[in-house]
Every structure is written in C-alpha cells, then in structure tokens.
C-alpha cells in the first residue's frame, strides 16, 4: 500500500495500516483480532471482562493464528469500597421491572465485575509478551506499568481531554488515543467526572497533537474513509474505530444489540452510567428512557449492573447494554479484513 502521510504510528506498533480495532468488551473475539491484523491494523483484545484463563486461552488462540503486532487492553480503574446500602436504593428503584418480568427480588444480587490491571495480569503480559498494551482509566501505579514497559510493549491509553493527555504522556504513554465525545462505550475519563466538559473529536485531536510530542490516534465517531482522512487532516498519526466492527460476522453481539445497532438512528444514543456506575455511551433502550440515562442511584463502577443481569435475561433489549458510538448509521455488514482493508485503501486515494 503506498506511504501513508503520517508514519509514525506505523512505525512505533509495526502496522501496515494507521487503524487500530478497537478493544471492545462487548463485541470483539478472537477471530475479529486475527483478522483485522491479517489486513495489516492493530487487533485488540479487550482484558478487563475476562478471566485470566480466559485472557491466556485467547492470547493462545490469537498468537498461533497471527505472528503480527497485537494489543492488549486493561481497564487500571480502583475497584469501589463495598456500600450496601446504596447497593440496596439502586435495586429497590429497580423493584417495579422486576415485579412486571417476573424476575426473583429477594434472591441474591449478582456480581458485576471489571477487573482492574493487577500482578496476576501482568504476568499475562510478562507471559505472552504482546507488542501493544493499552489502558483504560489512565494508567496502572508505575511499578506495573515499569514491567509492562520492560517486556518491550507499547503502552497507550485514552484521553478524553486535553489535561489527561498531558498527564498520559508525562506518565510514559508512548501514544495517545484521544477519545471524543461521539465514542462509544466507556469514557476513558480518568482526572475528571465532569460530563459537561467533555469534548468533540473534531476540537480534540488538534488541541491534543498541539499540547504533546507523541503520535495520537483519533477516536469516536470514525466509521468510513471520510472520518479517517478528517483525523489526519487534524494532526492525527492513526485512528481507533470501534463500532464498525460490531457489524462484522466475527463480532460476538447479542440479537438485540444486533438488532439495535442496525435499526437506530443516529439520535439514538446517550452517554449513561445505568449499566456499570460509569458513564458510556450506548443505544437507547427501556430502562435508560425511564429512569434516565444517568441516575445519581447507579453504585459505583462497576457494580450498577448486577442488579439489572436478572431483568437482562428476561429482555434482552431493554435492559442490556447495547453499546455504539455516534457514527452506527455509518455501519456495513461486512466481514473485519474487508472493512479494514476497505477502509484503509478508501482513505489513502483521498489522502493522496
């Protein structure tokens, strides 16, 4: 493929092309990182929503079909201090849908879970040695983040303003994602929880490649050729597409998230912290309509959702996280390596 105007995050992950798959904890598999690295972007395995068994029988399963650069993703968040009895508000708000599905109140609440990067992940990484390891939340403490360094892996993580990406970069990312407001799933907001300050993809990235002296990767509301030309036009080296990729056979969504994703419009998103006690943004569905997209009687990240997981499996649709990202009406039912490829040789002609 010919030279690509920005080279450096090429260069720096050893690419062919300047697209990384984004790291999604609902959607992507195995087989969509294989083969978005056999079309010569970045495949991401996102970690925070699996097992360390799982995490090794992935990796195994990525690495004897790929010898290409892989990324891994970690969320590095602090797990919550236990609160009953916010825990207890939320469900009791949540009585009425339970009463109306015929979903079992007094049983125990069950367990939502995200793990944050620890010792026993980190061996993961020691282990496999991936070329690529990103963040979410900001960074592991800096004894974790010294080991991952010293197994030869490029570290990114994702900034949502301007301050965070000068604190990513002081703190040793060798790259950084600025994430815009048009992204879906979780904000990778990690110095603030301010909402309302949040910033558009299109006044980020420059701002972002103004203030730091490593590559950035321009991320939200990316879904065709179009968006990947206006990120380097900003001052983007790359760009992280995330939703696109749910519309691949190789994505592992439910049949109401694949139904939604291709029957929503554009409108028909909302940032909401219902489904974990952080902010992310998804498909508009029941629960989010009538209690509102973000409830100050969530609990804390991420236990919100075990309360909803006996009303997600009496409707799937309504009380399930469907995320997306603004661009969803940009999506193609297309396999992984045509839409990068697809995507990539698009972007070029216009580039060049």
Not at 33 to 41: F, L, M, P, R
Not at 163 to 182: F, P, Q, S, T, V
Request: hydrophobic fraction near 45%; charged fraction near 20%.
């Amino acid at each position: 493929m010919s030279t690509w105007p920005d080279t450096r995050i090429l260069d720096l992950l050893g690419i062919e092309v300047p697209i990384i798959q984004a790291p999604m904890a609902v959607g992507t598999t195995p087989a969509m990182v294989i083969a978005a690295n056999q079309a010569g972007a970045l495949g991401s395995l996102p970690a925070a929503a699996l097992s360390i068994e799982q995490l090794r029988e992935s990796l195994s399963v990525i690495r004897a079909a790929s010898n290409r650069p892989i990324n891994v993703n970690f969320f590095c968040h602090q797990p919550p201090a236990p609160d009953d009895a916010r825990d207890q508000r939320w469900k009791a708000l949540l009585q009425p849908f339970y009463r109306e599905l015929g979903a079992d109140f007094e049983a125990p609440t069950p367990v939502s879970n995200r793990a944050p990067f620890n010792d026993e992940a980190c061996q993961v990484v020691e282990a496999f040695r991936p070329e690529v390891v990103s963040f979410h939340f900001g960074l592991p403490e800096k004894a974790l983040l010294d080991r991952v360094k010293a197994t030869g892996a490029k570290v990114l993580s994702s900034a949502t303003t301007v301050e965070e990406a000068l604190w990513l970069e002081a703190h040793g990312c060798d790259a950084i994602i600025a994430m815009g407001i048009e992204a879906g799933g979780h904000r990778g907001m990690f110095l603030s929880d301010d909402l309302n300050t949040q910033i558009g993809l299109m006044a980020l990235v420059p701002q972002i490649v103004d203030a730091v002296s490593v590559p950035v990767i321009a991320a939200g509301g990316i879904g065709d050729a179009r968006g990947i030309v206006a990120a380097f036009a900003l001052g983007a080296s790359a760009v992280q597409v995330g939703t696109a990729y749910l519309f691949t056979p190789e994505a592992n969504v439910s049949a109401a998230h694949h139904y939604a994703l291709r029957h929503a419009q554009a409108s028909e998103t909302a940032l909401t912290n219902l489904f974990t006690g952080r902010p992310a943004r998804g498909i508009v569905n029941r629960v989010m309509r009538e209690l509102g997209a973000m409830n100050p009687a969530a609990p804390a990240f991420p236990r919100a959702g075990g309360a909803l997981m006996p009303l997600k499996a009496k409707d799937e649709g309504g009380f399930s996280n469907l995320w997306s990202g603004q661009a969803l009406r940009l999506g193609r039912d297309i396999g992984t390596y045509e839409l990068t490829r697809q995507l990539a040789e698009q972007a070029l002609a216009k580039l060049t």
